[in-house]
């Protein structure tokens, strides 16, 4: 089904990913100073507190090149080239700028970046994620004539992730004419790009401004994992391979449910073998069928008489009229944890009164539970130390497929169940 040309690209294209991956580890691009401050996509506390930082002659860096640069190749490349009906402005003129500038009358809100001199006021409105507000670029634009601002000189500017236009609940009463649109992914971008470049004589300068070229990459899709998606993709729309890969797409749901029937067996085997006999059961711990409960998992649908999560339990110990059970469970992912049971098979919501003194002892045991308010388990839940995800596959999924592998992460995740099992009857 593979001719040699498909193998040989493909074969080319994870080369170049994992080259991609080791010189990202390598040169520890994940450290980045914004992202551990703040959340990537913050728009006043990161994005326009950093852009207003650049494009402020006065900040701590006193270097003027950057406003120049912002207004040569940003402002005047989009009033050029859009509809946007005004002057070019001078990159020589000197601006003062303010972040969340607050206008006379409250009514009109505060703009996230304002410059402005005696002639001209550039309000740029940012927009990473959030949504737009009513009427928001009339409101400034009314408030910049209210300033003593001629129309002409009133420049505004509408900043989101990808170039879009402001919608029209956002634009208000005026016209395509009297704004523009920039964007992160390209104008941003390649303004951070010459400014980086302005300053290579200060690397500590520098390094700063290209953390936040990749924290910008993240929020506009240019990341490593992004640019690689797009080759493959680049790669899959040629009609030849599109075919091919649809052929194997049909298996691909059978494959998936061998691997998942596959760990569940190398799973069970290898706890009887250390005489602990798990059953095959559902998310209330009654006996389920593995093969309908797999079958199920990938088949979508109606939920009627499904079994939504399910698993393997053992019977740990009996606390009077309780069971306690161990219950490995899959919800796409795998995680096992400690639950109650009464005589009648029935499993408990929430643990007893007089079996609290017991719940605390079990959180005692390990510092690695996961929601430790859920009364259903004890402790919470416990991932393993390579979790696997059959929703979204990760690395550690791939672990699985391959045999050897597999066995080796069965071992690592049954030995810690055994020893959290062992660990609750010492308890009693």
Known sequence: ??????????????????????????????????????????????????????????????????????????????????????????????????????????????????????????????????????????????ACQELGYDDKNIYIVYLNRFGDDVSPYGQGNISNEDYGVISYKEDVFNFLKLCKAKVVDYPHI???????????????????????????????????????VYKLSQNFETIQKNIQNDMWDDLLAYLKER?????????????????????????????????????????IVDKGDIEVYCYVELNHRLYYSVTLVEKDGVRLPEYPTDLEGFKDKVIALRKNWEGKNKKKNLGGIIYPQRPVNFKKPNANFFDIINEKSRKEWVAETADDVIQLINDVKSIS
Request: aromatic share 12%; with cysteine.
């Open 275 to 315: 005489n602990l006999a798990f059953t095959f059961c559902d998310n209330q711990l009654s006996t389920y069928s593995q093969e309908k409960a797999v079958k199920q998992y990938f088949s979508g649908g109606s939920t009627k008489n499904k079994a939504k999560t399910y698993g393997i339990c053992y019977k």
């Open 206 to 244: 520098e390094q700063t401004i290209e953390q936040y070229i990749n924290t910008v990459a993240r929020i506009t899709g240019q990341t490593r994992n992004a640019k690689m998606k797009q080759e493959y993709v680049v790669f899959l729309a040629d009609e030849n391979n599109f075919k091919t």
């Open 1 to 142: 089904m593979l001719n040699n040309n498909f193998k040989q690209k493909i074969s080319s294209l994870q080369d170049k990913e994992q080259a991609s991956l080791k010189n990202h580890n390598d040169t520890k691009q994940d450290f980045n100073i914004f992202t551990i401050l703040r959340k990537t996509g913050e728009e006043v506390g990161l994005h326009s507190r950093f852009l207003a930082e650049l494009l402020n002659r006065n900040a701590s860096h006193k270097i003027a090149d950057f406003q120049q640069l912002f207004i040569e190749t940003v402002l005047n490349n989009a009033i050029a080239t859009q509809e946007w009906n005004r002057e070019k402005l001078s990159p020589k003129d000197d601006y003062s700028c303010e972040i969340e500038y607050s206008f006379r009358n409250s009514d009109h809100g505060r703009a996230d970046i304002i410059l402005k001199n005696k002639n001209n006021v550039i309000v740029v409105e940012n927009k990473t994620y959030a949504f737009d507000q009513k009427g928001q670029l009339a409101k400034y634009y009314k």
